[in-house]
């Protein structure tokens, strides 16, 4: 491929030359090396709209350009009318992908493998759309069954990773395959997006902005990924850079709602002065301070005290004193000690914040709920698949579980910086759905 800085991309589009996926691939480098090219790629993609005299060779380009810019309805209805060849079939299957169409995207990939398209790239992505089905055995056995070079693909490995996490229990698998995939390919975004993802939700926010901004320099860049991102730039309150996270998605889908809805709140915020220092250092604190104790390797003896006496997280150990450590039944010195211990590896001691102990939380009247929906109560908030603007929220309010949840007001809630009536109804919808509701609705 020419040198990115000299590349005239929209030449290079709308030259009468062969196209195929290392072509596909030049695009996609070209603009990844400098957004510029984003720029050309839409020109191009609008010049050869306004030809009506195109080949079906020609459609097949034009379909794939647009699937790029992120028309995937667009992009289908022209691939529909190309050359109907394995590279048409297989991007068809990529917009059925796009558009949530999960089953016609699997019948799209395998027409496009016995139409000549690779074998190996046609098992990837039925393998992704099985996971995306929630089909994790299925697409387990695909990839358990593809063999030889494709193993040591960076994206057969991130494929992978992606389904071992989907399945749980088995993180230090899944990250290995990650990282195993940017040993092979530094800047594959799936994998970047995934490590920083874990990283993320442990609350390693460096780390997990510096693979952000990796996996967001990738064409295309995954909506997730702009996204998280730039809330975790206004959580630092560099609303300039969550601007330009949220403009990004908005030049290929104009219409993105969440985006659309965080650049009016980024932009707002934006204007407002923060002690950024002492705003950063809070929020830090609070994602210690929330971390379980179940997270540390603890004796069985502590472990078992610190639950009887209701200790969850570092927080609450905090707002304990040695006296009440040491009043519980069989707790010991030596638990003392290496509760200690626990507590000094993160800066923080016992009785460090024993004036602000956690007031009772009010009463939840069960009286009108089933067993299964008490038993909702007891479940961690991970489980309601919240956003990563409303699970910071959860974080700073030190809330667990849904129950703990479920004993908060919708003003409570909103009392939380960078949470809002978008992420209020977000929550209201997720309890909604599970027969629940907050404290007043």
């Not at 992606?162 to 990650?178: L, W």
């Not at 040993?183 to 994998?191: K, L, R, T």
């Not at 030190?398 to 007001?409: A, Q, S």
Request: with cysteine.
């Amino acid at each position: 491929m020419a040198d990115a800085e000299v590349l005239d991309l929209k030449d290079v589009v709308l030259a009468n030359t062969s196209f195929g996926p290392q072509e596909i691939a030049n695009i996609r480098s070209a603009i990844a090396s400098d957004f510029v090219h984003f720029g050309e790629l839409r020109d191009a993609v609008g010049q050869m709209e306004q030809d009506t005299d195109r080949s079906p060779a020609t459609q097949t380009k034009l379909g794939v350009c647009q699937l790029l810019l992120g028309k995937f309805q667009k992009s289908r209805e022209t691939l529909n009318s190309s050359d109907g060849g394995a590279l048409a079939q297989f991007y068809l299957g990529r917009c059925a992908f796009e558009l949530g169409e999960y089953d016609e995207a699997i019948k799209q990939y395998e027409a496009a493998q016995k139409a000549g398209y690779s074998e190996d790239d046609c098992k990837l992505a039925i393998a992704e759309t099985k996971r995306y089905q929630r089909d994790l055995d299925g697409s387990m056995r695909i990839l358990d069954d593809m063999f030889g070079p494709i193993e040591q693909t960076a994206e057969y490995q991130y494929q992978r990773a992606a389904t071992v996490a989907a399945i749980g229990d088995k993180m230090p698998e899944a990250i290995n395959h990650y990282e195993r995939a940017l040993q092979i390919d530094e800047s594959h975004a799936g994998a970047l997006f995934g490590l920083a993802l874990e990283n993320d939700r442990h609350g390693n926010d460096d780390e997990a902005v510096a693979l952000y901004e990796r996996a967001a320099a990738a064409f295309p860049t995954g909506v997730g990924v702009l996204i998280n991102l730039g809330t975790i730039y206004e959580d630092r309150n560099q609303f300039d850079r969550a601007q330009v996270c949220y403009r990004r998605i908005l030049e290929c889908y104009p219409d993105h709602p969440r985006a659309t809805l965080y650049m009016k709140d980024a932009s707002a915020l934006g204007n407002v002065l923060y002690d950024e220092e002492t705003q950063r250092r809070n929020d830090r604190l609070a994602q210690v301070l929330n971390l379980p104790v179940a997270n540390f390797e603890l004796s069985v003896r502590s472990r078992n005290c610190l639950q009887k006496m209701g200790v969850e997280t570092l927080g609450d150990l905090t707002r304990t004193s040695e006296g009440e450590l040491l009043a519980s039944k069989n707790f010991g010195e030596t638990s003392l000690y290496e509760i200690r211990e626990m507590l000094t590896s993160k800066g923080l001691s016992l009785g460090q914040f024993a004036h602000e102990k956690k007031a009772p939380d009010p009463p939840i009247d069960t009286s009108h709920m089933s067993p299964d929906e008490q038993a909702l109560l007891d479940r961690p908030i991970s489980d309601l698949n919240l956003s990563v603007r409303a699970r910071k929220c959860m974080v700073r309010l030190g809330l667990n579980t849904i129950g703990e949840l479920v004993r908060k007001t919708g003003d409570e809630m909103l009392e939380c910086k960078n949470f809002g009536v978008t992420s209020l109804t977000e929550v209201r919808e997720k309890l909604t759905d599970l027969g629940l509701k907050l404290r007043g609705d």
